[in-house]
T-cell receptor
Framework: DAGVTQSPTHLIKTRGQHVTLRCSPISGHKSVSWYQQVLGQGPQFIFQYYEKEERGRGNFPDRFSARQFPNYSSELNVNALLLGDSALYLC?????????????FGNGTRLTVT | DAKTTQPPSMDCAEGRAANLPCNHSTISGNEYVYWYRQIHSQGPQYIIHGLKNNETNEMASLIITEDRKSSTLILPHATLRDTAVYYCIVRNAGGTSYGKLTFGQGTILTVHP
């Protein structure tokens, strides 16, 4: 079975530009979460979506937004890119919005802002 | 979220058991203990989770103390491919943000030949 897939795998953008990252959850999973991982640190929670509704938001500026589509895939959008947005962006999916339902991560999109 | 404390690094010989400790003294009664690992340049991989009973799956065993203030992840026969950063996470059971995992710095496990 296919795991969580993310695209693109790598991306280079210039300061001030906009970027869209995409995620396809494991088949049957309805919940998608986004994380940012800066080099040398653990992943940090950005958003969670379930059934196309935002269910949680981390401490990130309004430049970060996301949405979930009827097929449960998701997009993360970042506007007005800063150098500090350079990171690995991870998507995770789970089948139920329960605390004993594991999240399964994709391998991420490596974003470099120059 | 309950805070976890892990040693920054550990070594293990190939073929031996790797025992990774985690302290979570402020854990609440309905909070789960999760373990993930991350191999360089990949996403975190789910290993195992538990509430209060010991758990075992094809990857590892999780031993949670009776007072739930600490736990140990056991990889029974470590291989070189088990070299990774291991994260112990207490998953917050409150609120509506089911997708939130709070990662710390983790333990860098190095398996030696």
């Amino acid at each position: 079975d296919a795991g969580v897939t993310q695209s693109p795998t790598h991306l280079i953008k210039t300061r001030g530009q906009h970027v869209t990252l995409r995620c396809s959850p494991i088949s049957g999973h309805k919940s998608v979460s986004w994380y940012q991982q800066v080099l040398g640190q653990g992943p940090q929670f950005i958003f969670q979506y379930y059934e196309k509704e935002e269910r949680g938001r981390g401490n990130f500026p309004d430049r970060f937004s996301a949405r979930q589509f009827p097929n449960y895939s998701s997009e993360l959008n970042v506007n007005a890119l800063l150098l500090g947005d350079s990171a690995l962006y991870l998507c995770a999916s789970s089948d139920e919005p329960l605390y004993n339902s594991p999240l399964h991560f994709g391998n991420g999109t490596r974003l470099t802002v120059t | 979220d309950a805070k976890t404390t892990q040693p920054p690094s550990m070594d293990c010989a190939e073929g031996r058991a790797a025992n990774l400790p985690c302290n979570h003294s402020t854990i609440s009664g309905n909070e789960y203990v999760y373990w993930y690992r991350q191999i360089h340049s990949q996403g975190p991989q789910y290993i195992i989770h538990g509430l209060k009973n010991n758990e075992t799956n094809e990857m590892a065993s999780l031993i949670i103390t009776e007072d739930r203030k600490s736990s140990t992840l056991i990889l029974p026969h470590a291989t070189l491919r088990d070299t990774a950063v291991y994260y112990c996470i207490v998953r917050n059971a409150g609120g509506t943000s089911y997708g939130k995992l709070t990662f710390g710095q983790g333990t860098i496990l190095t398996v030696h030949p």
